[in-house]
C-alpha cells in the first residue's frame, strides 16, 4: 500500500521539478552557472507539465487528443 503511494508521488512531475530544482540549487552552489540554468530548465518544463490537464473522452483508441 505504501509502495504505490510513494510510486505515485516520485512518478508525479512536480515532485521530479522539484528534484531537479534542488539539483540546479546545489549547482550553483559549485559554480556550474550554465548546468544550473539547464537544471532550472528542465525543473520548469516539468512543473508546466503537471500543470497540463489530462484528457480523456473515453470514446477512442489510439487518438491524438486523448493520446490512448
Known sequence: ???EQLK??????????????????ALIA????????IA???AI????WSLKPEV???KCQGCEICKK
Open 30 to 37: 559549485e559554480k556550474h552557472l550554465l548546468y544550473s540554468g
Open 56 to 58: 480523456s473522452c473515453g
Open 1 to 3: 500500500m505504501y509502495m
Open 45 to 48: 518544463r516539468e512543473f508546466l
Open 8 to 25: 505515485t508521488i516520485v512518478n508525479s512531475s512536480w515532485f521530479k521539478s522539484l528534484v531537479i530544482a534542488f539539483i540546479g540549487i
Open 40 to 42: 532550472f530548465g528542465i
